[in-house]
């Protein structure tokens, strides 16, 4: 199929084959699941950067994960065991001392 939109060639039977396959999509129920699935993405997504700034705020919490970035990159300790170690110190009560 040859398209130009200089040469107005082509255009018709492109957008048939796109709203054709768009009503396919929808009548099969794929474009209903696609952004049932983009949806739920975009959720985690937004919890995961809620939770790293409220990581970041946290003052002990910070501290960690400043120290286990390092030691992971110096391969010292492992991804999950830092995850692991930033996380208890983000759980953790504050000394009341």
Same mark, same amino acid.
């Given at each position: 199929?040859?398209?130009?939109?200089?040469q107005?060639?082509g255009?018709?039977?492109?957008?048939?084959? =796109?709203?054709?396959?768009?009503?396919d999509?929808?009548?099969?129920? $794929?474009?209903?699941? @696609?952004?049932?699935?983009?949806? !739920?993405?975009?959720?985690r997504r937004e919890?995961?950067?809620a939770l790293i700034?409220?990581l970041?705020a946290?003052?002990?919490?910070?501290?960690r =994960?400043?120290d286990?970035e390092?030691l992971v990159?110096?391969g010292? $300790?492992?991804?999950? @065991?830092?995850?692991?170690?930033? !996380?208890a110190?983000f759980?953790?009560?504050?000394?009341l001392k």
């Amino acid at each position: 199929m040859q398209v130009s939109a200089v040469q107005g060639i082509g255009l018709d039977e492109v957008w048939r084959c =796109l709203t054709d396959r768009h009503a396919d999509m929808k009548s099969s129920g $794929l474009l209903e699941r @696609r952004r049932t699935r983009q949806a !739920l993405a975009i959720l985690r997504r937004e919890i995961e950067l809620a939770l790293i700034d409220d990581l970041r705020a946290h003052g002990g919490a910070n501290a960690r =994960l400043v120290d286990v970035e390092r030691l992971v990159a110096q391969g010292e $300790l492992t991804p999950g @065991r830092a995850a692991k170690d930033v !996380l208890a110190a983000f759980h953790a009560k504050p000394d009341l001392k």
